[in-house]
């Protein structure tokens, strides 16, 4: 299926599929733009702005007090990531498997998204004393934003043949990267420019919500209705069967699809430690280098838009040697950035260097890790199996920020926390290396002689 666009439209899509007979062009337009509206949140919102700006409120206010529990300022937007994680552990495979048993599954994809982009336009309200709602606002932004991706990701063996799917990943993140630069750019004139700082990032938060409605126009008319691969009984309700589906989907992956299983139990480790270098990236480098709101946006900027070649590159790199090749030097690359980051990161120099390095293997993780889950997943339960891809993204997602804040809320250091995170890598790599991605394509009914394992 092709994944490109008109000329006139982004020039992402020099590299992609153009052959028409493999799909719909405008379909996987709209869909790679629903990264590109998403992303703006999770740069600015959840890498950039919002940690440092909580962290500063929590300072002046002494730190945050939760129901007669005092948290150290540097721990809360940690521990607020692992409310938030947990949570979604728990909402989102209802999602899922509601999703495809449903004729309005991209209807109930944009009602998340929409919902999660006006929690973020409400965090123009953030300021003073309001440090937990903040917390609050984040959690219930994050919970949409994720419910949303669950279904948007399983479009993605509708979309994409086989072949094709490593290039259609990737591209979705290369726009998501080109998004969420071109929006945090706008936000670096914000803060550079207006003299009440506090203001201007609380500009940018709430603003990014109105951005990501906005360009969710794309995906909302571009990707097309399908029916429901399966329909629910009759005679029993929305939460009941998807409580009851989500428990037989759980026990016919662990038996019938083993493979893909392992692979989940893997990626559920080293996606966390991806994850917790992305959220904690920016109260990190304000708390133990001094960075400023400039400093940290333009570190971001370097990132979002590095990223995109990288993005790009890692898709053609497995289509020619493999994605489990591509994706364990990929992890690699992670586990050496944890240990420099905490031996030798001690400058805004050395800062750049590294966000140079992690912008090139930030994309390819992502898009290697779901075009290559796609490949061993059964047809018609895309949905239902991406919501325990969810799961693994966000079930110990909660462990790496709840280690990184425990850790600094016993040492008051944020270096001496972020070693923790170097045993997510180093577990989640002796993980994946035994996965038989082979024989799990066979099982779930694909061709493994499609695409370069």
Avoid at 5 to 24: H, V
Avoid at 117 to 131: E, P, Q, R, Y
Wanted: with cysteine; glycine share 10%.
């Amino acid at each position: 299926m092709t994944d490109g666009s008109s000329g006139s439209t982004i020039e992402l899509g020099a590299d992609e599929p153009q052959d028409s007979d493999t799909g719909d062009k405008r379909e996987i337009f709209g869909w790679k733009m629903y990264d590109w509206a998403w992303s703006a949140f999770s740069t600015t919102v959840g890498t950039a702005l919002l940690g440092p700006y909580l962290l500063e409120l929590a300072k002046d206010n002494g730190g945050v007090n939760l129901l007669g529990w005092q948290i150290d300022a540097g721990s809360f937007f940690p521990f607020t990531v692992s409310m938030s994680a947990i949570m979604q552990v728990l909402a989102l495979p209802l999602i899922g498997a509601i999703a495809d048993h449903t004729d309005h599954k991209k209807r109930l994809m944009m009602a998340m998204a929409y919902g999660a982009s006006l929690c973020t336009m409400a965090m123009f309200f953030i300021v003073g004393s309001t440090v937990i709602l903040g917390g609050v606002l984040f959690i219930l932004a994050s919970i949409g934003f994720a419910a949303a991706g669950v279904v948007y990701n399983s479009y993605l063996p509708e979309i994409a043949p086989p072949n094709l799917r490593d290039r259609v990943s990737s591209a979705g993140f290369a726009y998501g990267y080109l998004g969420g630069g071109l929006w945090l750019a706008a936000n670096f004139v914000f803060v550079v420019l207006m003299e009440d700082t506090g203001l201007a990032v609380r500009l940018c938060l709430g603003l990014t919500g109105l951005w990501c409605a906005l360009f969710f126009g794309f995906p909302q008319r571009l990707i097309q209705k399908r029916p429901a691969s399966r329909q629910k009984p009759s005679d029993i309700g929305w939460l009941a069967f998807s409580v009851r589906s989500v428990l037989a989907t759980g026990k016919e992956m662990a038996k019938k699809y083993p493979v893909a299983f392992r692979y989940l139990l893997a990626y559920l480790i080293f996606n966390d430690g991806i994850l917790t270098v992305i959220v904690i990236a920016g109260s990190f480098a304000a708390d133990e280098l001094n960075a400023e709101s400039e400093q940290l946006l333009t570190l971001v900027l370097l990132i979002q838009f590095v990223a995109i070649p990288g993005a790009l590159a890692f898709g053609r790199i497995a289509e020619r040697v493999g994605s489990k090749k591509t994706l364990l030097i990929n992890l690699g690359v992670w586990a050496g950035l944890v240990i420099y980051a905490y031996l030798e990161l001690d400058s805004i120099t050395k800062l750049w260097y590294m966000g140079a390095v992690l912008s090139l293997v930030l994309g390819g993780s992502q898009a290697i890790s779901r075009s290559l889950y796609s490949q061993m997943i059964p047809a018609a339960k895309e949905a239902e199996y991406f919501g325990f891809y969810e799961i693994a993204s966000r079930g110990t997602s909660w462990i790496g920020p709840a280690a990184f804040g425990i850790v600094n809320q016993i040492t008051g250091s944020q270096r001496q926390a972020i070693l923790a995170l170097i045993l997510f890598f180093v577990v989640g790599i002796g993980l994946l290396i035994p996965v038989n991605v082979r024989k799990g394509m066979l099982d779930a009914g694909n061709d493994p002689d499609a695409i370069k394992i």
